[in-house]
């Protein structure tokens, strides 16, 4: 039998270009499709209060009711072609515009920033790793329910490498292979992140620029949820079992791993402040539900809804992280560092905004965003609901493949998505949740997912292996999408 040892060295022949420099490169297509393309704007009515708008007068609308374009109303308007200056100001004005959302985003990256600090994360996993020792199948599932809630609500996903340290050697000496690991870390969050409820950097942008309420749709999403847990479940728990009964079922059995990872994880003790930290962690999030979830929207007339939004979510996770660094008797001085740390690093999101915003200002300015759902108005008035719903899944998959960045595709795609779903007679919250199946799903295996490949990296399982384990897993999810979303369209 051959064995083969790998090492951390990966030869790469084509570097994809950063999600910026796409999102730059396709602002910079649509400034010159602006000299080509004829501007124009429908007549608009108001969703609440049915007012008409005229074509003329949209652009000077400033209700606080969301537009619904009239199917058939378009007039062509004097055409407004961008210039090299409008390319080099979008993303600007696009901050700007979206600067509310990007608040949004920097007070979580700070919230997570101050929880990660205290170790009450990586504690509370090896607190239970050592709780189901000898019956570590329990624990699977468990697991797997942990991080997809994180992926649902606050989009776990970079915050998970540090769990391959501390979850391989544990599974490894229980007589489980590597890909057990990466199934509950990738997929397992991976699901979470596909059905998010709340997530605020998939549902919460896509909302935003879609103009729909956060909780909009969450009741399709949670069920969604809980059957994509389930099949993930079963997954990897099968193939878990197999591999626990006979080493030589692994995928990675003629493999050699000479790494760290044989020997037993460094103990981390779980203390009282690990302990509220964590409820106050789970209550942010829990509150934040409260908050944005419609409750007289679906049925439920006994909880008094409080139409929450950014500015109050933002003041939770604000609130929240004062109240984590209380806990752990955190200095002042290392709480503001802290807490900026994680702003840092959520300006590379921020920008993503920005940039992709940006787009949207060049066609608006330009009056071609109405001229591109005109042309699509004839197929999509006369498709069947369902089937625009599964095509724009397929849409959003293909472009998630090359904008891996939920928040960017979310600020990308729904400006556009979201009147064309009116046209078709679909409802936003659809086209919302068909984007975060799309973009989730690619990001479960791509190349292009940074999690997938620093994931892989760090188990130093090869990548065509992990790819070959998920193909029956990713053909279900992916039927099973699209099957969801033509129901419930």
């Known amino acids: 039998m ?16 950063t999600v910026y420099t796409l999102l730059f490169a396709i602002t910079a297509l649509v400034v010159v499709m602006t000299w080509f393309v004829p501007a124009g704007k429908y007549d608009y009515m108001t969703a609440n209060s049915q007012t008409l708008i005229e074509a003329q007068d949209v652009a000077n609308y400033s209700g606080g009711e969301r537009l619904l374009p009239v199917p058939g109303s378009y007039t062509e308007l004097t055409s407004n072609p961008q210039g090299l200056f409008d390319l080099i ?11 509310s959302i990007i608040l949004f985003v920097l007070m979580i990256g700070g919230f997570l920033s101050v929880t990660i600090r205290t170790g009450a994360m990586d504690a509370s996993v090896f607190a239970m790793s050592q709780r189901f020792a000898g019956r570590e199948q329990w624990l699977i599932p468990l697991l797997i329910f942990i991080l997809a809630i994180g992926g649902s609500t606050y989009g776990m996903s970079e915050e998970t490498v540090s769990l391959w340290v501390i979850l391989l050697p544990f599974f490894i000496a229980a007589g489980y292979d590597r890909l057990v690991v990466a199934g509950m870390i990738l997929l397992g969050s991976g699901i979470g992140v596909a059905t998010s409820t709340v997530n605020p950097f998939a549902t919460g942008v896509a909302s935003r620029f879609a103009e729909i309420q956060l909780g909009d749709g969450i009741l399709l999403r949670l069920l969604m949820f809980v059957i994509f847990y389930l099949i993930t479940c079963v997954f990897i728990m099968r193939y878990a079992a197999k591999v626990k009964a006979d080493p030589s079922q692994s995928l990675l059995h003629d493999i050699t791993f000479n790494d760290q990872f044989s020997k037993q994880p460094e103990s981390l003790a779980f203390t009282k402040q690990h302990r509220l930290t964590m409820t106050v962690f789970f209550g942010a999030f829990a509150l934040m539900i409260y ?3 419609p409750w007289e929207d679906i049925g439920v007339t006994f909880i008094p809804a409080l139409n929450w939004w950014l500015k109050e979510i933002s003041i939770i996770y604000l609130t929240a992280a004062l109240l984590i660094g209380i806990i752990n008797r955190m200095p002042e001085d ?7 740390a994680g702003c840092k690093d959520m300006i590379g999101v921020a920008l993503v905004i920005a940039v992709a915003k940006g787009i949207n200002v060049i066609m608006n300015d330009a009056n071609i965003t109405d001229t591109i759902l005109s042309w699509t108005e004839s197929a999509v008035v006369n498709l069947d609901s369902g089937v625009f719903a599964v095509v724009s899944y397929l849409a959003h998959i293909v472009l998630a493949f090359f904008i891996p960045s939920s928040s960017g595709l979310a600020t990308v795609s729904m400006p556009l998505m979201g009147p064309m779903s009116d046209l078709a007679g679909v409802d936003r919250n659809i086209v919302v949740t068909a984007y975060q199946l799309g973009s989730g799903w690619i990001n479960l295996f791509a190349p292009t997912a940074a999690t997938v490949v620093a994931g892989l990296a760090i188990a130093n399982i090869p990548y065509g292996r ?8 990713i053909a279900a999810i992916l039927l099973g999408s699209g099957l969801l979303l033509y129901i419930a369209a």
């Open 2 to 17: 051959e064995t083969k040892t790998l090492d951390n060295a990966t030869e790469k022949a084509f570097k994809m270009p």
């Open 89 to 99: 100001a979008a993303p600007l004005t696009g901050f700007s515009e979206a600067s």
């Open 291 to 293: 908050g944005v979830v």
């Open 334 to 340: 290392e709480f503001v560092k802290t807490f900026i």
């Open 466 to 473: 992990f790819f070959k384990w998920v193909i029956p897993y």
